[in-house]
């Protein structure tokens, strides 16, 4: 049995028969027919005014102990350099519907404290804004992605920022600028109108929403030549009624329509699994929940071919990521948790589905950089730890601005429980910006290794090397005190009686360079 594309496999892993058992799993490769180009921006990383996400994560102010570059920690800013950021996404999320961007300009202390009643419902002192980000975001060597208030602003306060941040010429705004210190004006790749319009961002309908967009991108203007990607506020799950409306009745500039998803290991809001310490059937069902991102991207991407066929719209999901129970004793506003090798298969598998929708998904943004819900990096104070989605993000770095390939999966493995099967290995192939043939793979069963052939149509390819993050835990993570638990090893492998064979241990991620 063969199969287009792997992730097609898990309607396929029902029928998978007892003979195919005995075969290995098998890929192959077409490297003749390069696909869409795999955005480097589907890397993006989300940064909200939440819990410790940015205080303490990555500012911590020119006077801090913590050795810093201007106030930005040089530990969270050197591993963020490694994994190449390409995007980061500000202020919020939900924040940014209650922000005010004025605050967070001109001298630190005479900026207003506000509270942040999203999130733990702390002050906000507003020592992070416009310029503290814009530096953050040059520091790292990525782009902006600014998110505007639609939901308690209004269009002369969003379309002065964006002037703010672009303008070039002598008006009042754009002196405001300079006086705070910046000549030149910003890039800004990405420009967000409201968030989450459907919840936090108002509780509208599309229909509304699709009004106050078309009412505030009037005025959305910028010099010739620095006009960002605007992104209209899309749905959520199997809901395509954002994406077929803001599409029919979105009049102004719109380059994209967001979608979030948050992966729960139970799909309950209210008890929504732990972060570690959890048993298989969780293991099971937070991949489970996660694979359910394809389905959601193909009932979208259904209707944008039919209302905007010539693919001018992308579908970026600017939010997805785990979210668990709070941690015993946090501040559960802050939405602080563990990452474990759970949810470093979870990225992956994300990964190779987003790969696969190339096509249209242009853009996403974990959820969040630091700190914050399935996180890179966690802090305490003066200690840092990289967490195992960091580690995937590095590995991962390879398919930036890539071109997918498509690939076939013969003789695919199930894995099952509790009478749902998901498919036993996810995939993903591209050619590398370098040249280089790039393979993913994903072992999501938690006890069972692979053997996967791999042949490469219209190229000899006869060893394989690159990384390999697994352990023997299905919820083994890094601590303080133990940085390294989880972290990749080099993994290499050589054909051998004309076939090249790639061992896939149980509950891991591997990503190589196929070649001779
Ligand atoms: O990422 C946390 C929150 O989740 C965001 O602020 C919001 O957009 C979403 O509901």
Redesign the pocket.
């Known amino acids: 049995m063969k199969l287009k594309h792997c992730l097609a496999a898990a309607a396929i892993g029902l029928s998978f028969s007892a003979a195919a058992a005995e075969e290995n799993l098998r890929i192959t490769i077409d490297a003749t027919n390069p696909g869409p180009t795999i955005d480097r921006d589907i890397y993006g990383q989300?940064a909200?005014h939440?819990g410790r996400g940015i205080y303490e994560g990555i500012w911590v102010g020119k006077d801090s102990d913590i050795e810093n570059i201007n106030g930005f920690r040089t530990d969270v800013v050197e591993a963020l350099r490694k994994i190449n950021v390409p995007l980061v996404r500000w202020p919020?999320?939900?924040?940014?519907d209650e922000y005010r961007w004025r605050d967070g300009v001109g001298p630190r202390d005479q900026r207003p404290v506000r509270v942040n009643t999203?999130?733990g419902g702390v002050e906000e002192d507003n020592a992070f804004g416009t310029h503290e980000f814009f530096e953050l975001v040059e520091l790292l060597g990525a782009r902006a992605y600014v998110n505007g208030n639609l939901g308690t602003g209004n269009p002369r306060e969003m379309a002065e920022w964006l002037e703010y941040i672009t303008g070039t010429s002598n008006s009042a705004v754009v002196e405001e600028r300079r006086k705070n210190g910046r000549d030149k004006p910003w890039s800004v790749a990405y420009f967000g109108v409201g968030?989450?319009a459907w919840?936090?961002?108002g509780h509208m309908r599309p229909e509304y929403y699709a009004d106050l967009y078309n009412h505030f991108a009037t005025f959305l203007k910028t010099p010739r030549g620095s006009e960002p990607k605007f992104v209209a506020s899309g749905g959520h799950t199997t809901d395509t009624s954002w994406t077929d409306t803001l599409s029919k009745n979105i009049q102004r500039q719109m380059d994209g329509i967001s979608f979030?998803f948050?992966t729960l290991p139970t799909g309950e809001w209210d008890d929504k699994g732990a972060a570690i310490g959890f048993g298989e059937d969780q293991w099971f069902s937070t991949l489970w929940q996660t694979m359910r991102m394809d389905e959601f991207i193909r009932l979208n991407k259904k209707v944008l071919d039919k209302n905007d066929p010539e693919k001018k719209i992308g579908f970026y999901v600017d939010?997805w990521?785990t979210?668990y129970n709070p941690e015993e004793g946090r501040e559960p506003g802050f939405?602080y948790q563990q990452n474990t090798l759970r949810d470093a298969v979870v990225a992956a598998v994300n990964f190779n589905i987003f790969h696969q929708h190339a096509d249209r998904v242009h853009m996403t943004n974990i959820?969040?950089m630091v700190n914050?819900?399935q996180a890179m990096i966690l802090t305490d104070k003066e200690k840092m730890v990289l967490t195992p989605t960091y580690h995937v993000y590095d590995l991962y770095q390879v398919f930036q601005d890539a071109s997918a390939l498509p690939l076939e999966i013969s003789n695919p493995v199930s894995y099952r429980k509790g009478g749902k099967s998901l498919p036993g290995v996810s995939a993903s192939a591209a050619k590398g910006k370098d040249g280089k043939l790039y393979l993913s793979l994903v072992n999501l069963d938690p006890s069972k290794a692979q053997t996967v052939s791999v042949d490469v149509n219209g190229l000899e390819v006869t060893e394989a090397t690159g990384r390999l993050l697994t352990s023997s835990r299905m919820d083994a993570h890094n601590t303080f005190s133990s940085p390294k638990n989880v972290g990749p090893a080099n993994y290499h492998a050589a054909e051998s009686a004309g076939e090249l064979q790639l061992q896939l241990p149980a509950k891991s991620v591997m990503v190589v360079a196929l070649g001779q």
């Open positions: 989300f909200e939440l919020g999320g939900c924040f940014a999203h999130w968030n989450e919840g936090c961002g979030h948050y939010e990521g979210w939405l959820a969040q914050v819900l």
